[in-house]
């Protein structure tokens, strides 16, 4: 029967000729898995009380030194680890290497009281693609795990100049010989390189070369492969050490 001859016949329920509805809805969105390290079990705890008022961020476990860290990476897999740069037993850059071996996938975040210089560029060395001041507010922590679990890097603002600052002076020691070559890049991956450099996310990459955005994610991850780099973050340096992006 027709649809609208089985609503004038008076049937109830939904006609034939219509999709039935599903009853579960939409599937829902995995959270992002978090792994929060600090040796202070109160942060810890308060990080997490933070934590789960986001809907879409689930905290997995957490850990009181970098070598509980790695243990805790390798079982639960989470998709970032929040954590301190200065701990007992094994600190958070060091676990940070250890990290990415186990887990690859996983993103870092330092969040941390160190301001200073070599932290910072030690952390990004190892693999860190976030490095936050315990200062930010706890809604910036949010956001922050978001922004890295979408690709992108973050770093506090009073640290930005410091890192250029040292990105500066590895230009400037550039005069070491190098005994073995730069890896060959294509010309699509320099120029997918110099906007990864600039600070555009892969969406805003995508529509500035007019590809996708899935394209992009996998340009981005062949350089990784190539240059034998961890992160983004490590891309930019390597594009400034090699003049493909001047620092003015």
Same mark, same amino acid.
């Given at each position: ?44 705890? +308060?990080?997490?009380?933070? #934590?789960?008022?986001?809907?879409? &961020? ?5 850990? +009181? ?33 250890? &990290? ?17 210089? $070599? ?6 060395? $190892? +693999? ?35 890192? #250029? ?33 600039? +600070? ?23 350089? #990784?492969?190539? #240059? ?15 003049? &493909?992006?001047?620092?003015?």
């Amino acid at each position: 029967m027709p649809d609208f001859a089985h609503r004038a016949a008076g049937g109830s329920g939904p006609s034939p000729y219509e999709e039935p509805e599903d009853p579960a809805g939409p599937a829902p969105v995995e959270p992002i898995r978090v792994l929060v390290v600090d040796d202070h079990a109160l942060f810890r705890r +308060g990080l997490e009380i933070v #934590l789960a008022q986001e809907e879409d &961020i689930q905290v997995v476990g957490e850990a +009181g030194d970098g070598a509980e860290a790695v243990d805790k990476a390798a079982d639960l897999l989470p998709d970032i680890v929040l954590m301190d740069v200065r701990m007992p037993r094994r600190g958070g850059i060091e676990a940070c290497t250890s &990290i990415k071996e186990v887990a690859p996938s996983a993103k870092i975040i330092m969040l941390t009281i160190s301001d200073e210089e $070599a932290d910072l560029y030690e952390a990004i060395k $190892a +693999g860190a693609t976030g490095y936050l001041l315990k200062e930010i507010s706890t809604d910036e922590v949010a956001t922050a795990i978001r922004a890295v679990a979408d690709g992108q890097s973050q770093i506090s603002p009073s640290m930005a100049s410091k890192l #250029l600052t040292e990105f500066k002076s590895m230009i400037q020691r550039t005069d070491e010989r190098r005994l073995v070559p730069a890896p060959k890049l294509t010309d699509r991956e320099l120029e997918v390189l110099k906007l990864v450099a600039t +600070g555009l996310n892969n969406r805003d990459i995508a529509k500035q070369l007019f590809i996708s955005e899935n394209t992009v994610k996998n340009h981005v991850r062949n350089i #990784l492969e190539k #240059l034998q780099l961890h992160s983004r973050m490590e891309a930019v340096v390597y594009a400034m050490r090699e003049k &493909i992006l001047e620092i003015r």
